[in-house]
């Protein structure tokens, strides 16, 4: 019966490497029926199968992944990123300064709304600086991983591993890991990758046009009108002296109406004055930047919308049987009849010479708007135009939101840290005071938890299982010992480390910790060895993924809005993978073995 369950569970095992590298079926779905199998033929016990799900890590994973769409939601890393990436700064200094920022944070926070977030800052530097994004995406996504490499919970990889520490019985005595465990290999490989990437990645990386830079050629140019405010740092400065001669590609400054006087032709030297109507020409995305407190400018027909705490910006296109057409825009009253406000207009190419408030609307025109809440509930069955697409949304926190939701959740991490509240219970004290203060929607909150994540974590565990029980692990780690052992221990780390980035890299990270960890930690068994160390290889070699897009979730994020290519990533990433692998083996090799 032995022999029986231990060839059943390598052809589950096989099953899983072909499956997930085949893309036969979801990743979830695919443990699901290697799962369904070792049960219905008695290898695993339904109590074991269920196990995983107790697992306190996986609900630290799935509180930390909902903390991040907090944040997310609450536009905190937006505001972050406005205020530390200029626009005008050379390649090197805004790869590093990226790198260093996204590496940190990606420590403590979960890096894929980090990585969400930030690209498009780096595509619109990149179109501001006339530098390929292609030269930046794969950067951003290797110091993500590099910096959640650094702590137990900068990266779901290593909580998975944590998790299946807890439940393992080879070793009892082996105690749980804890916060910096990974912090003596993850640190310096955050300062050695980020130089590595800082001097190759204008080398290595192609420069070619994405798809999205592409469409962003000919997006549409839209007319605005921004008023100088009250106090602004625009007053008494000349044009020469501003961003608005620098970024004319992106908005351009077409005239300036001063009590009732235009002036069309622009010098340098001409002053702006309080009051000063600009006259601009751009795309939707650089027009939204005006609406920025930095940009010492407001849109008169947003009045008392402005001080909304959340706002969408949608384009419509005026239908052509709309009741709308050669009425003006004062006439149709769109805050009092849509709760939006018209900020900017295209007229396919056509120039606009009246003041937005008095254009007379034409069949096809399209609108930019500043939609309210009861936008959409004002709009169903509207037949004077068409929704294009929502643009953007635009949140104003609350002060007391930022500091419970980002100071909370430190808070949690730092207590966890100094092991005064376990980090589980920290997390749902904060969870649970976002809610009662409705820092977000507790509605919208559970729309976020990633279920197949769950699943997939947790059957992994229920694999680890059946493959300890069946002999499989014991089997394949004295076959992995004896390849490597005689070449030292230290070859026999960087054997796992190979296989488990090998496995990593082609059916995700998470299902080569499922097949490693077992063998892994029975090798330490085995060798009487410390198993600390054969831990944090595994976890190393499967969250440290750079050699291919589909082993790690940031790197397929950056994949399509990038234009690269497998042999891109293969081909900057390959040596960031070697240099990992010689860091990690040699740091745990003069920690444990010596």
Request: net charge neutral.
């Amino acid at each position: 019966m032995q022999h029986f369950d231990a060839i059943l569970v390598f052809l589950v095992i096989v099953f899983i490497v072909i499956s997930l590298y085949k893309e036969w079926i979801g990743a979830a779905f695919t443990f699901f029926i290697a799962i369904l199998v070792l049960g219905l033929s008695g290898v695993l016990t339904p109590s074991e199968i269920l196990a995983g799900f107790a697992n306190e890590q996986i609900a630290v994973i799935l509180m930390l992944l909902l903390l991040g769409d907090a944040i997310r939601q609450t536009s905190i890393i937006e505001i972050f990123f406005e205020k530390i990436f200029p626009r005008s700064s050379s390649y090197k200094s805004f790869l590093l300064r990226m790198m260093v920022w996204v590496g940190s944070l990606s420590a403590f926070l979960n890096n894929t709304p980090l990585v969400a977030v930030m690209m498009p800052y780096v595509h619109q530097w990149s179109r501001h600086n006339n530098i390929s994004s292609s030269k930046l995406l794969i950067p951003l996504s290797y110091a993500a991983i590099l910096g959640g490499c650094v702590t137990l919970i900068g990266t779901s990889t290593n909580l998975i591993v944590s998790g299946m520490v807890v439940d393992q019985h080879i070793i009892p005595e082996m105690k749980p890991l804890e916060m910096f465990d990974f912090f003596w290999v993850g640190f310096p490989m955050l300062i050695i990758g980020i130089v590595y990437l800082y001097f190759f990645s204008y080398k290595y990386l192609p420069e070619r046009k994405t798809a999205l830079e592409e469409f962003s050629t000919g997006e549409r140019k839209y007319l605005v009108e921004a008023e100088i405010r009250a106090g602004s740092h625009l007053i008494q400065k000349c044009i020469g002296d501003t961003d608005f001669r620098r970024n004319e590609k992106e908005l351009f400054l077409v005239e300036v109406v001063r009590r009732k006087k235009l002036f069309q032709i622009l010098e340098d030297e001409f002053v702006f004055e309080e009051g000063d109507i600009l006259r601009f020409a751009g795309d939707n995305n650089n027009i939204i930047e005006i609406l920025s407190d930095k940009s010492g400018l407001t849109l008169p027909t947003l009045g008392m919308m402005s001080k909304l705490n959340l706002l969408q910006v949608v384009e419509v296109v005026i239908s052509y049987n709309s009741s709308l057409i050669t009425k003006t825009v004062k006439e149709i009253n769109f805050r009092g009849r849509y709760d939006a406000a018209l900020i900017a207009i295209h007229r396919n190419g056509e120039k606009i010479t009246e003041h937005i408030e008095d254009v007379k609307l034409k069949a096809g025109d399209v609108l930019l708007l500043i939609a309210g809440e009861n936008f959409y509930s004002r709009i169903q069955g509207e037949l004077d135009f068409y929704l294009l697409s929502k643009v953007k949304e635009l949140r104003k926190p609350e002060r007391y939101k930022i500091w419970t939701l980002l100071g909370g959740t430190l808070l949690a991490i730092f207590l966890s840290a100094i092991k005064v509240v376990p980090l589980f219970m920290g997390l749902l004290v904060v969870l649970v005071v976002i809610n009662i203060l409705k820092v977000v929607s507790s509605k919208d909150l559970p729309k976020s938890i990633d279920y197949n994540l769950a699943v997939i974590i947790a059957l992994s565990l229920a694999l680890g299982t059946a493959m300890i029980k069946s002999g499989v692990a014991d089997m394949i780690a004295n076959f992995v010992i004896s390849v490597f052992l005689p070449l030292g221990r230290v070859a026999l780390l960087a054997g796992i480390f190979i296989i488990t980035s090998v496995l990593a890299a082609y059916i995700t990270n998470k299902a080569a910790v499922a097949i490693l960890f077992p063998i892994s930690i029975s090798a330490a068994h085995n060798l009487g060895l410390n198993p600390l160390p054969f831990v944090l290889v595994v976890s190393f070699a499967a969250a440290a993924n750079f050699i291919t897009p589909i082993g790690y979730q940031t790197n397929l994020m950056v994949y399509g809005p990038g234009g690269y290519t497998f042999k891109d990533f293969f081909k900057i990433g390959f040596p960031l993978t070697v240099i990992y692998m010689v860091v990690t083996v040699s740091i745990l090799s003069a920690m444990y073995f010596m």
